[in-house]
């Protein structure tokens, strides 16, 4: 069964730089070059919930799977403490994309659109201006977990299959 599991988490993991990749270089350029600005925003205001959630949703999964492992093999939570603790990170800032940076860029984005019906270019540009900061934390935060989901998928299958070498 430990195979098994081996092979889900690594799966799991490979759909999530699947998804992360396919969503930022491929989806995203798409939408924005086919539609103007705020309906390619509202599209992907619906695509990025399911996008942030399943960041963190699979890394409890993955978890769960760890937890499962650990029942026969006491020392796989030593062994394995740098993917567990890239793991945690990679939850956490999915959570904080989801939950925090999204929430506030729908605000923000809500509010320029708001002050532009009412003809309030320069208090629009401000909340552009923040906008823009905050959509460049956000693409920083997806790089950065992107970097994490390779990281995990390399360290997981060197260190299962150096183990099934031993």
């Known amino acids: ?7 889900l988490i690594l799966l799991l993991i490979g759909i999530l730089i699947g998804a992360n990749i ?13 539609f103007d600005k705020k309906t390619a925003g509202d599209i992907m205001n619906l695509i990025f919930p399911y996008y942030f959630a399943s960041g963190w949703v699979v890394g409890v999964v993955i978890y769960t799977f760890i937890g499962i492992k650990s029942i026969k093999d006491k020392g796989i939570i ?12 990679l939850i956490l ?6 939950k925090t940076v999204l929430p ?28 823009k900061t905050l959509h460049t934390i956000s693409s920083l935060v997806n790089l950065f977990n992107l970097a994490i989901e390779v ?10 299959r150096k183990e099934r070498n031993s």
């Open 22 to 34: 396919w969503t930022t270089f491929v989806v995203a350029p798409v939408i924005f070059s086919h």
């Open 1 to 7: 069964m430990s195979k098994y599991i081996d092979v």
């Open 78 to 89: 030593r062994r394995y403490l740098g993917f567990i603790i890239a793991l945690s990170i």
């Open 151 to 160: 990281y995990l998928f390399q360290y997981y299958f060197l260190r299962s």
């Open 93 to 98: 800032s999915h959570m904080a994309l989801h």
């Open 104 to 131: 506030m860029a729908r605000t923000l984005n809500h509010q320029y659109y708001q002050l532009l019906q009412e003809e309030k270019k320069a208090d629009a540009e401000k909340i552009h201006s923040k906008f």
